[in-house]
């Protein structure tokens, strides 16, 4: 080492302790002044030494967070409230903040899904909107509100369990083999009117015999759930069932597998579309008149247009808590 280098490893110590030294009376944290002289100096080895000292603490910063923050740290904690503060600006949406616009919804179900007006000159239709031309039903009159894209593949006549040439889950051209899913975001499967009225089989709630009412749905979300796994699938308890039995299997078969489900027959805010008679606490007297009101004609006890108006809004409303 010659006389110049050792003049100025000198100047640099004494520059050191003058500097540890004011830090000292000061801050007492001497280290990171340390870690300033090191990045200031022109020594090439001392340099790459504080960038590996700074790079390090810098991870110790971001991979423990929790324990920085509780030290004090005022730079992380301002991070850390802003990220608190975003994330309360933005909860999880909740079903009012969501929206229908642009889902697809495939409708499974019978006539009351899609539509029975026998007896009237002209059938209804609906005037305007996106679905102006189609029956006044449920699902298209939530598509027009809401801009969701109504797949409506119901069919009058039809059960969910296989029997005759109907069934949903007839095997191999049974609707629901038929049907290419791959786009729905969602499915709503409302069945059991057509098998009460057909006094298909209950079957136990564990088999999956398409030829019972249980093992129809069994079979139905086995398939759906095992080929779309990204499909919400919802299920609607049917309020025009002959006997009791349907809609309580039916409510057992969601639970069951863990669906959402609506009740038509008085779950939902009260007196809604009372048609069976021991579900609902409702005086029978007063569920005939209200039958009255929601049938198209004294023949023929399908939905009129009030009664799928007013059970449109709140199917509308559990759709979204689908999502």
Excluded at 108 to 122: H, I, K, M, N, R
Excluded at 265 to 283: C, K, Q
Aim: charged residues 20%; hydrophobic residues 30%.
């Amino acid at each position: 080492m010659n006389l110049a280098e050792r003049i100025t490893l000198v100047v640099w110590a004494v520059i050191a302790l003058c500097a540890i030294s004011c830090s000292d009376e000061t801050s007492g944290s001497g280290s990171a002044v340390s870690a300033e002289i090191l990045s200031s100096s022109e020594d090439a080895d001392w340099s790459s030494s504080s960038s590996a000292e700074e790079s390090s603490s810098s991870v110790e910063r971001s991979s423990s967070g929790e324990h920085v923050e509780s030290s004090g740290s005022s730079e992380f904690v301002e991070s850390s409230s802003s990220a608190e503060s975003s994330s309360s600006e933005s909860p999880v949406a909740s079903s009012s903040s969501k929206s229908l616009e642009g889902v697809v919804w495939y409708v499974v179900g019978d006539s009351f899904s899609a539509g029975d007006f026998e007896g009237l000159d002209p059938k209804p239709t609906i005037k305007e909107g996106k679905y102006a031309g189609k029956p006044p039903v449920y699902s298209y009159l939530i598509g027009n509100r809401t801009g969701c894209d109504v797949r409506n593949i119901s069919a009058g006549g039809t059960t969910i369990c296989y029997y005759d040439t109907y069934g949903f889950t007839k095997p191999e051209n049974g609707i629901m083999y038929r049907t290419d899913f791959s786009d729905a975001d969602i499915i709503t499967i409302y069945y059991g009117i057509n098998d009460s009225h057909n006094q298909i089989p209950i079957g136990n709630i564990d088999d999956m015999d398409p030829t019972t009412f249980y093992g129809a749905f069994n079979v139905a979300l086995d398939y759906l759930t095992k080929n779309y796994p990204k499909t919400k699938i919802g299920i609607i308890v049917s309020n025009g069932c002959d006997t009791e039995d349907y809609p309580e299997a039916t409510e057992q078969i969601a639970i069951k597998w863990g669906l959402p489900y609506l009740d038509l027959d008085g779950g939902v805010n009260g007196i809604t579309m009372l048609r069976s008679s021991s579900r609902n606490p409702t005086p029978d007297a007063e569920k005939k008149e209200i039958l009255k009101q929601q049938w198209v004609h004294e023949h023929n006890w399908h939905p009129n247009e009030y009664a799928h108006e007013l059970e449109s809004h709140f199917i509308e409303e559990w759709l979204l808590t689908l999502l």
